[in-house]
C-alpha cells in the first residue's frame, strides 16, 4: 500500500471512530435524522442553533417577495400551498410529517432552492440549523 493511501486510510479510520466523518468531510451528507442533520449544521455554523431566529427567519422575507412561510405557512404543522403553483406542500415539521429530513440529499436539494427563492442565494450552516432547530421544537 502507498504510503498516501495508508495515511488517508489511518485519517478515515480515525474519523470514523470518532463520530465525525460526515460532519467534517460533508455536513449532513449520510444523515438519517432531523437530530443528525442538526448536529452537522451546528458543527459546521461554529455556533449553536437558535430556533427563535429560525422562526424570525422562516416567517420574515429575507429580500425576495416571499418568506419560507408564504408556501409553508407561518406554523408549519399542517400541509403548506406553493405561492406561485399552487401546489400542495406536506407539513414541514417533522413531528407532524415523519419524513422530512430524514433524507439529507433532499434537505439540502430543498434548501438550496427555497434559500434561491426567499434570499436570493444559499442559505449558511447557521440559518439552517436555526430553522431545522425551530421546525424540531414544534410538537403535537
Known amino acids: 500500500m502507498k504510503r498516501s493511501s495508508l495515511r488517508q486510510s489511518s485519517f478515515l479510520a480515525l474519523l470514523a471512530t470518532t463520530g465525525l466523518t460526515c460532519a ?14 442538526l448536529g452537522a449544521y451546528t458543527a459546521q455554523s461554529g ?8 422562526q424570525q427567519f422562516f416567517n420574515n422575507r429575507q429580500g425576495r417577495d ?3 412561510g408564504s408556501c409553508h405557512g407561518a406554523l408549519p404543522t399542517q400541509a403548506g400551498k ?3 403553483t399552487g401546489k400542495t ?10 419524513e422530512r429530513f430524514t433524507d ?16 436570493g ?4 450552516a447557521a440559518e439552517k440549523a ?9 410538537k403535537r
Open 24 to 37: 467534517l468531510i460533508t455536513p449532513a451528507a449520510h444523515a438519517t435524522t432531523p437530530a443528525e442533520q
Open 47 to 54: 455556533a449553536p442553533a437558535v430556533p427563535a431566529r429560525g
Open 66 to 68: 416571499w418568506s419560507c
Open 82 to 84: 406553493h405561492a406561485s
Open 89 to 98: 406542500i406536506g407539513a414541514l415539521a417533522p413531528a407532524f410529517n415523519p
Open 104 to 119: 439529507s440529499a433532499k434537505t439540502e436539494k430543498w434548501f438550496r432552492r427555497n434559500c434561491n427563492d426567499v434570499a
Open 121 to 124: 442565494r444559499e442559505c449558511t
Open 130 to 138: 436555526d430553522v431545522l432547530s425551530w421546525l424540531m421544537a414544534l
